[in-house]
């Protein structure tokens, strides 16, 4: 592939840890299908705030579509098959967000990766992600797949414990980290969004994350 056809794509493959890949703008060129498929999901199932088990605010209001939907509150963190704010079950997960994360997966290592649920992250200027892990999947041998857009992020990449040094990150529209393997119950978060206006995407970042809950 010459020089130009692999800079349309955003650039270089980076391998940020053993199983853990950033692919520069692989969604670039359909990002407009992205949102296609994302409007009708986001009006049945509106972003909302959830809150911790502990009662806090998570900053981040957060939507699903799949045959199951991360959701979090006084009960704790779990994927149910409804939405609790209409009672419907989730919107159904677009073919194409299965195809993305299938490549994305593919290209990072891992074949046959058939993703199930999709949670969406709105984050406005000023709003974090604290450090966490993802653990209310079923098998942790699947990948996930994270697809940005919008803002700019810096996206801290850490270790299997808290208090591990961290890699920053940085996540630009239309940027793909594949994670799974052993890095897969890493902590990660994201740093308060710097103020700005994506092009596209108005003053806001959005995050899909893709896996396989079930
Ligand atoms: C975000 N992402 O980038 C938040 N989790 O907005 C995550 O928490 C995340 O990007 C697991 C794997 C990839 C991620
Ligand atoms: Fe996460």
């Given at each position: 592939m010459i020089q130009s056809d692999l800079?349309?794509?955003?650039?270089?493959?980076?391998?940020?840890?053993?199983?853990?890949?950033?692919?520069?703008?692989l969604v670039l060129e359909r990002v407009e299908s992205l949102l296609d498929v994302l409007r009708p999901v986001l009006r049945?199932?509106?972003?909302?705030?959830?809150?911790?088990?502990g009662?806090?605010?998570?900053?981040?209001?957060?939507?699903?579509?799949?045959?199951?939907?991360?959701?979090?509150?006084?009960?704790?963190y779990r994927y149910t098959e409804h939405d609790p704010l209409t009672g419907a079950p989730w919107p159904a997960l677009p073919a194409?967000?299965?195809e993305v994360a299938a490549q994305a997966a593919l290209a990072a290592g891992f074949e046959h990766f058939?993703?199930?649920?999709?949670?969406?992250?709105?984050?406005?200027?000023?709003?974090r992600l604290s450090l966490h892990q993802d653990r209310n999947e079923r098998d942790f041998s699947q990948p996930i797949v994270s697809i940005s857009l919008g803002l700019p992020a810096v996206f801290l990449l850490g270790g299997h414990a808290r208090n591990e040094a961290t890699q920053r990150?940085?996540?630009n529209h239309g940027d793909?980290?594949?994670?799974g393997g052993e890095d897969r119950l890493r902590f990660h978060g994201v740093l308060p969004i710097k103020p700005g206006?994506?092009?596209?995407?108005?003053?806001?970042?959005?995050?899909?994350?893709?896996?396989k809950a079930r």
């Open positions: 800079d349309l794509f955003g650039g270089q493959t980076q391998r940020l840890a053993s199983h853990t890949v950033l692919l520069p703008g049945a199932a509106p972003f909302r705030h959830m809150s911790t088990p009662g806090q605010a998570i900053g981040v209001p957060v939507s699903n579509c799949g045959t199951l939907g991360w959701i979090s509150d006084a009960r704790g194409l967000l299965v058939l993703a199930d649920t999709c949670l969406i992250n709105h984050y406005l200027p000023g709003t990150v940085p996540l793909v980290l594949v994670w206006e994506h092009p596209r995407m108005g003053a806001r970042r959005i995050n899909l994350t893709l896996r």
